[in-house]
């Protein structure tokens, strides 16, 4: 009766238990996790999750998050008044709400695992995918707060389950909106049981489909033609396309949606969704509208949305929209529809006014969504169709720009107040002032905010002078054309408090101006002579223009003062005694050309300018800026010279010609152009010398100037060689340990090196291969062979009689001596074997007289103790061959019987003695009889 009894009950608790499992079996749908950061080092949590409402014993009131510092804590279901609330479909929505404050900044893993998804997932373990965990995933980055600002993951306003219809697309978008305005990308992935364990048995949807004669499709790929999806998901806007189911069911997919500031990933999202494909003779609705708009902030948005349905005209469609735009303040976007299905065509009007607290260079998409109402009747969803609509708003540009000249400075000022000059959070950083050496048209682009063609000067400029922003340029030389444009600089957004990543407005339109040229202009430092002694330059300037210099206020006599400095440099130059040219009127003063004899031309640059002196006085007018001489440099390498240059001048340089002297003419011929100041000579002989100059082509792009400016640097000489090593080989190295099983030692314990020979691939003069072995990973190499020919890629190699273990590395030497660098790495461990018999017979009769061991390999020493029954030691040794006699630690001979041992084996190994993990132990049966 009672073992009856005791098997009811056991029976009753199993089905409890069942029930219990099952009830877990058949719960999680969809899910994600967001986060918040409320402090420097805290965070606010919400885990989504969407499960099956008829699974009442496993619903959940609370689920555990762990926030990836070592910490857990379950979290209480925050909505519905705990319950939750329950949708259509047989779907429940959760959440769950956390705080937690973090030890220090770092990177972490905030997860969720609940035991089991719902039953019947076509494309998880099918059919068993309630024995499959639901996990989920954020991964949160912690910036430094003082230089990059607060961080929330991006929230997803579209619900992570969704209905489609066999053989019709499907289409699902996140609608991710991140509120900092960091840069989101969307990819497929794997789902997951756990932090880096995928989902067994999983296949993304199309994988399982029966397509043509009951064959497997090809899984969704992600590929896009022409921007058109042909399946897989928009990387950019994070469209998933299937198209189309065949099959009526459940399947899950996983979307990862990483976040970027300043293009450093901070954060990672693991969205986990399910899609409901129902059978039913339906198309999805249709929608008409704009692509992409882009507005500077201010402007108004409006832009009309048209849904309608290709099935019957009787069916209705419900239009709604959602979106980052709806979300932002101050002034959220506007969608004007009419709610509920209504006949069609649905139209709605969708309307904002972004304010310029929503300035982004990343565009805010706005998803459109029309759902028809077939078979509602039967509580389940109709068909629904996606439509994203980019929307970027741009800062508008800075207005009225205005340029002064000045002496020897250019005054630029511009209208304020500005229209988005906002203060709070930093949020508008002021302005950024741009200038090129000649106008530059470009078309007002509302979608390209920002610069490009012309060099900043000045950054984060406010200053204000008789209510107009100003900005004075004293980097000048009298007498060119300069052209301004001024832009807005912003914080990403001013809703993050993220001052850190800039986002730059509409540019100004451009303003160019010329300043007077009441002072010369140099226009050449040319070399005529290449020596170390007797080389010369030639030093040439343009006069300054009668007008601007004003004669009148400025008399003769006139001078000009050439002043010279070794090298390169703008500073430390002085006067040339001897170089210096008066003339009485400014009509004669055209004495413009010096010759500077007697100098190193061959080692050195120099710089020089002008110095212009008026009316006799002791100090001049004014100085040219500083110009050098262009200087040539070689470097020779096989069959090569490559010549590069430099030059500090203030005209710009924008061609140059390479000469080349020709040996039997004695000529310089020109052998290429280049726009940048490199050239590279290839198919030259080795051993031979080669001569070159260049010639530098410029401009100061001004009228009455000299154009183009020729200039020749010194000439130069390169001999090529091959100081060029080969690329190193691949080395592979097996072993002996490789092929035995339990063998004994011998001599045969040897490694086996083979290597690629790069003359087949990467080199074509390899001669030979230097092999080199270190006895562990933190010894030095020592060279232990040289194979003498490129065609011997191999070596037999045995380190020592009592071990393999190293590393080696094979490099590979070309027919001049260069050595490659080395290969990578490749070690080896021993193969260690050290195993006891269990019984031995020291009897006398010569045979199995000793306890020694199976034999053994790469073995340094032992701790062998061996016992009697009574826990006795009798003997003890640290010699690995052992060779006990059967005597006790007295020298007497012990009773036949049994003995325990254990041992403490110690292996030779690439790290050096190693103890082995496991203590050797076992008893030993010694036997006296015969």
Known sequence: MGLKFYSLKIILICSICFCYINGYATHNRAGEITV?????????????????????????????????????????????????????????????????????????????????????????????????????????????????????????????????????????????????GDSLSYELIVPMMDDGVLVSNYELPTAIEPGPDNQIIPPVDQVFTDGTIIGGIDPITGDFLWDAPQRVGEYNIAILIKEYRGGQ??????????????????????????????????????????????????????????????????????????????????????????????????????????????????????????????????????????????????????????ACEITEDDYFQGFSVWRRNSSLDIPLDTCNPGIYGYELLQLDVKDIDNN??????????????????????????????????????????????????????ITHVSVENT??????????WSKPLADDLDTIQNPGPYRYEVWRADGMTQTGLSPIPGASFTSNTFYDANDTIFIDNNLNTLQQAYSYQIAFYVNGETEPLGFTNVASSVYLSIASSDETNTLTWEEDVPWDNYEYTIYRKNDISGIFDSIGMSTIQEYTDNGLINGEEYCYYVTSIGTYSIEGIIDPLYNNSQEACGTPLDSIPPCPPDLAVSSVCDLVDNATPSEDFENTLTWTNPNLS???????????????????????????????????????????????????????????????????DNCPYYELPNAFTPNGDGDNELFIPFPYRFIDHIELEIYDRWGGLVFETTDPDINWDGKNLKDKDLLEGVYFYKCKVFEQRLQGVLPRSETLSGYIHLIRGQ
């Open 265 to 418: 990933l901070i954060s990672t999202i693991v969205r986990d969704m399910q899609i409901r494909i129902l059978e039913g003779n339906n198309q999805p609705p249709e929608i008409e509208s704009i692509d992409e708009i882009c507005v500077i902030a201010g402007d108004t948005v409006i832009f009309s949305v048209t849904a309608t349905d290709p099935d019957i005209p009787q069916q209705m469609i419900e239009l709604t929209a959602l979106g980052g735009p709806f979300e932002l303040e101050p002034n959220p976007a506007q969608f004007i529809v009419p709610s509920g299905f209504q006949p069609q065509p649905v139209v709605g009007i969708f309307r904002w006014i972004p304010p310029c607290e929503v300035i982004s260079d990343q565009y805010y998409s706005v998803i459109f969504k029309a759902e028809d109402n077939f078979d509602t009747s039967q509580d389940t969803f109709g068909l629904t169709t996606l439509k994203t609509v980019r929307i970027k708003v741009v800062g508008p540009p800075p207005e009225d720009l205005q340029a002064v000249t000045g002496n020897g400075q250019v005054d630029l000022n511009w209208e304020s107040p500005y």
């Open 531 to 540: 020596d170390i002694n007797s080389g010369v330059m030639r030093v040439q």
């Open 762 to 828: 990467c080199a074509d003069d390899v001669a030979s291969y230097n092999i080199y072995y270190a006895q562990s990973p933190n010894s030095n190499f020592t060279l232990i062979e040289t194979n003498p020919s490129a065609e011997d890629t191999s070596l037999i190699h045995q380190p020592s009689f009592i071990s393999i273990a190293g590393c080696y590395v094979v490099t590979a030497v070309d027919s001049v001596g260069n050595e490659s660098i080395h290969s990578d790495t490749v070690c080896v």
């Open 468 to 521: 107009r922003y100003v900005y004075t340029d004293t980097d000048v030389e009298r007498g060119r054309s300069y052209c301004y444009r001024v832009v807005a600089e912003f914080a990403q957004t001013s809703a993050g408090s993220n001052p850190y990543n800039r986002v730059q407005s509409l540019r100004s339109e451009e303003i160019c101006v010329q300043l007077n040229r009441d002072i010369p202009l």
């Open 36 to 180: 918040e950061q409320i402090g420097d080092l805290s965070l606010r949590a919400t885990i989504t999750t969407y499960t099956k409402t008829s699974s009442v014993p496993a619903d959940r009131d609370s689920l555990q998050i762990c926030w990836g510092d070592g910490a857990c804590e379950w979290l209480l279901r925050s909505n519905g008044n705990g319950e939750g609330e329950p949708l259509a479909n047989d779907i429940k929505y959760n959440t769950y709400v956390g705080t937690h404050t973090f030890p220090g900044r770092a990177t972490y893993h905030i997860t969720v695992q609940d035991p089991n998804r719902n039953g019947g997932i076509l494309n998880v373990n099918f059919p068993n995918s309630d024995n499959i965990a639901f996990f989920l995933q954020t991964i949160f980055t912690f910036l430094n707060p003082q230089f990059q600002g607060y961080n929330n993951s991006p929230l997803l306003l579209q619900p992570p389950v969704d209905v489609g219809y066999v053989g019709q697309p499907f289409m699902h978008n996140p609608n991710a909106f991140d509120q900092e």
